[in-house]
């Protein structure tokens, strides 16, 4: 029987529109001064707090598998994975002292438990911060003294560099570890295990909780691919409401749960950033579908994993989705359940998209989104049955505007005119924690900057085009580096890519390219050259190709352009 606080929670929830409300709009997506509306009608803006936009349905899926293990097979149940939570919150109030706004750091892979941990921060009247696990001790205390945490949550695997970067920070915090065999219980840590079954706590101490929409829940950590990260202040709002915004059916990527139906969704991206944490872990979860959890990334056991559990939705990140169109495991079979794939973090091109319709033998639904750490994250979708090139990541969802504007002055630009994005929206954070001077960097007149380059068709359909910073400028012509690695992956020998700018002695710069071949290939660079030549605008070619075994990335997929130019040139 569900606790009877949830009947409580789900009385208080009046914000599901009862109207139609996902009509597309009849006018024009571009304003008379060149502002993209979105081509839908806006969602209302739930008044909740995250937890209880998670459970608001508990009642029609409580007994259908939440969370599953794809190693173990250890798995929650709905009522099981609300109740635990509960428990948890209602010991962090009792046992830890936790108050409303207080910080709890979590530093965990994937595990069916991290859930149950977030939600039980949340439903504490406490803020999550994610920590990603293989940070170094220098790393962790860094995040913690910027978080102000008040404990933390890990593995014992972790628990020496936890205590390192204790030290570092001349902190003394309490450390909750989450025990998943049959290790001993590190001495001075305390059991998650005992916080979530603990029958004896009073969990209606979590009725007197009062939390606002707009108080922040989750402070995740920018990916700091161009400077150091910067602690991101997502409200409970930021989050319910892009839930809502790609729920509207002409954009959603998901089915409904039933008596008879469930999706299943693989959850290899890391909870601890924001694209899992939010589309995946909180989205489904409130939607009723169901998580299979892989702590540990191996591509066999992950094509395995898809066949075995019968995966249905994927949500990859480039990296992932190159694999899946070069990797011997991805066969017919082990993708004979996929309905649907959904790209975010980067873009990628058609070929890539292609190569794993081949592996697939037959065309997927594949959608292409685009957001960031700070828009909680999704800004664009494509729609379903969009029938133009995989290489753009849709218009604005509901609610939200943009702009494309010339980076130098702002001034608004038009129709396949490539700028800068702006994005207005519900969904966009206050600014980040305690840094007024990035916050004056990155808001103009409620405007949000982006850093990001793209240009919009007619129908406000975007297609990213680089980073900003990372442009490269030969002879004064701006050359999108994800536009030469779209090209190079489209040779047969290349599997993965990436190209920087490096000095050059006439031109100013000149893009340099590193490339990754597929097995049994040995391509000579002059080949490979060539082939570019053929495909792009003379002050575009590559003439400097470095072979490497692996292209380094960031968690989120996105090529750490910092890390080759230290390495290689």
């Known amino acids: 029987m569900i606790l009877n606080n949830f009947f ?18 009849s006018s024009s997506v571009w304003t008379h001064d060149n502002i993209i509306k979105s081509p839908y009608k806006d969602v209302e803006i739930p008044n909740c707090t995250l937890s209880e936009y998670v459970w608001q349905n508990l009642d029609k899926w409580a007994e259908k598998t939440a969370i599953v ?52 921060i949340l439903e504490a009247g406490a803020v999550m911060t994610s920590i990603n696990p293989a940070y170094t001790a220098h790393e962790v205390q860094r995040q913690l003294l910027l978080s102000e945490a008040k404990i933390i949550v890990a593995l014992p695997q972790v628990l020496k560099v936890v205590k390192d970067a204790l030290l570092l920070a001349k902190k003394n915090l309490p450390i909750i570890t989450v025990k998943i065999n049959d290790e001993p219980i590190p001495e001075g840590t305390i059991l998650f295990n005992e916080l979530t079954e603990d029958l004896s706590v009073d969990v209606s101490i979590l009725k007197e909780i009062k939390r606002d929409p707009n108080e922040i829940c989750f402070l995740p950590f920018s990916s700091g691919t161009t400077g150091l990260p910067k602690g991101v202040e997502l409200s409970h709002r930021n989050i319910t409401v892009n839930g809502e915004q790609v729920n509207d059916p002409l954009i959603r990527c998901h089915n409904d749960t039933t008596a008879t139906h469930q999706d299943r969704v693989i959850v290899v991206l890391p909870f601890y950033h ?27 056991a992950f094509f395995g994993t898809i066949e075995q559990y019968k995966t249905n939705l994927i949500f990859v990140a480039p990296p992932l989705l190159l694999l899946m169109g070069s990797h011997p495991a991805a066969t017919e079979k082990t993708l004979q359940y996929v309905e649907t794939i959904v790209n975010g973090a980067a873009p990628v091109s058609d070929t890539d998209v292609f190569r794993v319709f081949e592996k697939a033998k037959r065309k997927l639904d594949f959608r292409q989104g685009y957001g960031l750490t700070e828009t909680a994250p999704a800004i664009t979708l494509t729609p379903l049955n969009a029938d133009k090139t995989y290489t753009r990541a849709g218009p604005p969802i509901p609610n939200t505007d943009l702009r494309i504007v010339d980076p130098d002055t702002l001034k608004n630009l038009g129709v396949n005119e490539t700028g800068e994005i702006l994005v207005r929206g519900p969904q966009v954070t206050r600014g980040y924690r305690n840094n007024p001077e990035a916050n004056k960097e990155a808001f103009v007149d409620g405007w949000f900057r982006t850093g990001d380059l793209a240009v919009a068709d ?18 004064g012509y701006q050359v999108p580096p994800a536009e030469l690695e779209a090209v190079l992956r489209e040779h047969p020998s290349v599997r993965d890519s990436a190209v920087i700018g490096v000095p050059h002695a006439v031109n100013g710069e000149a893009p340099k390219a590193f490339v990754v071949l597929k097995q049994g290939y040995n391509n000579p660079a002059k080949e490979i050259s060539e082939f570019v030549k053929q495909r792009v605008a003379p002050y575009k070619r590559v003439d400097d190709i470095v072979f490497i075994d692996s292209i380094p990335k960031n968690t989120s997929g996105k090529i750490l352009r910092k890390e080759l130019k230290k390495n290689y040139c």
């Not at 409580?8 to 709009?25: E, Q, V």
């Not at 680089?466 to 030969?474: E, G, Q, S």
Request: net charge positive; with cysteine; glycine share 4%.
């Open 8 to 25: 409580i929670l789900k009385r208080t929830l009046n914000f599901i529109p009862k109207s139609a409300k996902y009509l597309l709009r």
């Open 69 to 120: 293990c794809a190693h173990t097979g250890r798995s929650y149940t709905y009522e099981q994975a609300f109740r635990r939570s509960n428990t948890f919150a209602a010991n962090l109030r009792k046992k830890l002292n936790i108050r409303n706004g207080d910080v709890v750091a979590v530093m965990l892979p994937n595990l069916p438990e991290y859930p149950i941990v977030t939600l039980g």
């Open 274 to 300: 924001v694209y899992a944490a939010s589309v995946l872990m909180f989205h489904k979860l409130s939607l009723g579908l169901q998580l299979v959890t892989v702590t540990k990334f191996q591509p066999e």
């Open 458 to 475: 007619n129908d406000g359909d975007i297609t990213i085009m680089d980073r900003l910073k990372d442009l490269i400028k030969v002879k």
